[in-house]
């Protein structure tokens, strides 16, 4: 089948990019092959395409940023992904979006099913489930992938929760780290498996797709410095100590309910998969 995937450059563009050209003819875009910001753009490049998937990674991803460029967020999450429904819808393709657990509030107190009302916190949030909106709106033969915490090989992104906990440890700092956010770090390769399952599937509608198990930031980086070997003093830190722009949420889990249900395999715990990343650093 012919996969586009948007947003190539970034690090689930890579992990798609890398993952499903054994099975599939993939074609991987980054922003200067594609601006999904422009509705004709989309319309050029897919029907010169033609393809049977659309994978739409492509977004504005830097979360605290997002509140002061509220305009760019919404013009790439929301109405860049409505330009791709709408071509994708053109050209006959099924489109994969993927979505972000901080559409959610983190006051359930326990993991969010899929069904469970988003009340996005911030301005990334609100822009991607604007993202959502115009999917549903637009798309009959879509998939919504809801994900959490990102992990893997991102050479083009800004660095990323692991590469700062790494820097700053080899610059011998104490690090100070969040102790009271909590949600499921997740690996880059072990999603872009998942969804080429679910492609292989044809399921449609909305899914969470984590590693399983949940963490705090601290936790996180804990686990970052023991699988490292690193021996830097580690200080637990409330969100309040740490002025950053956007809010989050507190407990933002996914539950992987709808995987779960249908029978299909379950990710692996977040430090298995993180212990792979690390071997590859
Ligand atoms: N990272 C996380 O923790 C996390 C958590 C939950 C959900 N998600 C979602 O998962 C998806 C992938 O995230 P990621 O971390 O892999 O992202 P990323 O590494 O930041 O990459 C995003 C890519 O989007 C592309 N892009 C931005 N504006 C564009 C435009 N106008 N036209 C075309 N491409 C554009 C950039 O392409 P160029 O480099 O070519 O400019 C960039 O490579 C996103 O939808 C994100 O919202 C991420």
Known sequence: MRVVITGARGMLGGALSRQLPSVHEVYPLSSTHLDITSLQECRRVLSKIKPDWVLHTAAFTKVDEAESKAADAYRVNGLGTRNIAIAAEENGSRLVYYSTDYVFDGTRGKPYREWDQPNPLNEYGNSK?????????????????????????????????????????????????????????????????????????????????????????????????????????????????????ARRPSYSVLDNFCLRIEGLPELRPWQEALADFMGTL
Request: some cysteine; aromatic content about 10%; hydrophobic content about 45%.
């Open 129 to 245: 489930l604007a993202g959502e909106f115009f999917v549903k709106a637009v798309s009959r033969a879509f998939l919504i992938i809801r994900t959490s915490w990102l992990f893997g090989s991102a050479p083009h992104s800004p660095p990323h929760f692991i590469s700062k906990v790494l820097s700053q440890a080899r610059n011998g700092k104490t690090l100070r780290m969040v102790n009271d956010q909590c949600g499921s770090p997740t690996f880059a390769e072990d999603l872009a498996s998942t969804t080429a399952a679910l492609m292989a599937l044809d399921v449609r509608g909305i899914y969470h797709v984590t590693n399983s198990g949940s963490c705090s930031w601290f936790d996180f980086a804990r686990e970052i410095l023991k699988q490292a070997g690193c021996e830097v003093p580690l200080v637990p830190i409330s969100t309040h100590e740490l002025p950053l722009a």
